[in-house]
């Protein structure tokens, strides 16, 4: 069974930093690409960035708000990704959700429960 | 980047009736390799994730009702829902995976009338 599992989140004041974890289970975390996306209370979905598999050498592209802050990694031996969040402002106020990529393409096939990261002072 | 935008914003039909959105994206996500739209549709309640309802378009998820079906092409796309359920009152997004920034449609609110 496919399991996706954030953890991690919790209140941080602005200009901090925090990391979200994302344990799998289920498939071969390298097999896919991983994306994070995020939804702030009340509003609609954004991505946040994805992690390629082994076959596109884990490479990372970011949206545009948070690039240069955010960093995405895996350790596939750990059946784990992650999202590295500096730089934290009241706008990255939101649930963060991690998701699967289908083997082989870029659609998305499964997410996790999400996991509130609370910026404030 | 693509811009998907839905329509309407919220949405009231009666139980039983035929629910319909739409969803424009700025650019076609029509692969010409592939001759696949990358375009989802996701269906999400309050306090849960979203869930995914119709991949590439119009190919049904598994465990997806069949009152749900997705058609269209290149950048205009809709989701229908033919015979509307209770349980069906959630908020609705597309969203494209041809390009990057992943973009998703605002949402579509459906309620019951």
């Known amino acids: 069974e496919v399991q996706l599992v954030e953890s991690g989140g919790g209140l941080v004041q602005p200009g901090g930093s925090l990391r979200l974890s994302c344990a799998v289970s289920?498939?071969?975390?390298?097999?896919?690409?991983m994306d994070w996306v995020r939804q702030a209370p009340g509003k609609g979905l954004e991505w946040v960035g994805r992690?390629?598999?082994?076959?596109?050498?884990?490479?990372?592209q970011y949206a545009a708000s948070v690039k240069g802050r955010f960093t995405i990694s895996r350790d596939d031996s750990k059946r784990s990704l992650y999202l590295q969040m500096n730089s934290l402002n009241t706008e990255d106020t939101a649930v963060y959700y991690c998701?699967?990529?289908?083997?082989?393409?870029?659609?998305?096939?499964?997410w996790g429960q999400g996991n509130l990261v609370t910026v404030s002072s | 980047d693509i811009v998907m935008t839905q329509s309407p914003d919220s949405l009231a039909v009666s139980l039983g009736e035929r629910a319909t959105i739409s969803c424009k994206s700025s650019?076609?996500?029509?692969?010409?390799?592939?001759?696949?739209?990358?375009l989802v549709w996701y269906q999400q309640k309050p306090g849960q994730p979203p869930k995914l309802l119709i991949y590439?378009?119009?190919t049904r998820e598994s465990g997806v009702p069949d009152r749900f079906s997705g058609n269209g092409s290149r950048t205009d796309f809709t989701l229908t829902i033919s015979s509307l359920q209770a349980e069906d009152v959630a908020v609705y997004y597309c969203?494209?995976?041809?390009?990057?920034?992943?973009?998703f449609g605002q949402g579509t609110r459906l309620e019951i009338k």
């Open positions: 998701v699967r990529g289908a083997y082989d393409t870029s659609r998305p096939d499964f």
């Open positions: 969203q494209q995976h041809y390009s990057f920034p992943i973009s």
């Open positions: 590439w378009a119009s």
């Open positions: 289920g498939f071969t975390l390298s097999d896919h690409c």
């Open positions: 650019y076609s996500v029509l692969s010409t390799a592939s001759y696949k739209n990358s």
């Open positions: 992690s390629r598999g082994k076959r596109y050498d884990y490479i990372t």
